[in-house]
């Protein structure tokens, strides 16, 4: 039986949660702040986190980040309320499976917990840096210039970047890139996907 971390600040949405999951057989164990989350996740192995956007002490996509160093293996799901753009990046780009808009709707939910997302698992259970989700053109064409250059970490713009093909011969060493270099990069492959995506409408 895959076992779930559950943490949302929320307590009426998470005890709710918790009792339907319990309810349909799932071993649950439930933080309500990223402090519980670190010190179950050091007590137990998880298959999946569901992990509430805004905790009372920390960001759901930057706890996700930090269980992942012990968890290597875990799914991670993002509740949110409302489940913005820039939210639903950063979620990606941190290797998040999917990002639920609350109230949860289960029926996304319990195909991971059945284990029908084999290739999310694959993903995730590969240690290698250029194994992270691909962003998709249109969702950079709609990043906005603020999270691009003030927002988005430098992880996640290499990840924009190795995402599309978009003709940039540097890419196997972003990581030596500054900060500057990346966020120019990134603009310019929002405009080019932005224009892509135009010629597709026309």
Partial sequence: MRRILLVDSDLTSCNAISRTLSALGYGVDVAYDGDGARILSRQGDYAIGLIGQNLTDTDGVKLFTELRDRQARM?????????NLYTVASAIGA???????????????????????????????????????????????????????????DRDLIAVIRSVDYPFAGK?????????????????????????????VW
């Avoid at 799914?75 to 489940?83: E, F, H, I, N």
């Avoid at 917990?113 to 250029?130: I, P």
């Avoid at 060493?173 to 405009?191: K, N, P, S």
Wanted: hydrophobic residues 40%; charged residues 30%.
């Fill in 95 to 153: 290797g998040m499976s999917k990002v639920l808009t609350k109230p949860v709707d289960f029926n996304e939910v319990l195909p991971l917990l059945e284990g029908e997302s084999a290739a999310s698992a694959a993903v995730h259970s590969n240690g290698h840096g250029n194994s992270r989700p691909r962003y998709d053109e249109e969702l950079i064409a709609e990043l906005p210039a603020q999270a691009i250059e003030e927002e988005m970490a």
């Fill in 75 to 83: 799914l991670g799901v993002l509740m949110s309320k409302p489940a």
């Fill in 172 to 200: 196997d060493r972003l990581e030596y890139f500054d900060r500057d270099t990346l966020v120019r990069v990134v603009h310019l492959i929002r405009r080019w996907c932005r224009n892509r995506l135009q010629r597709v």
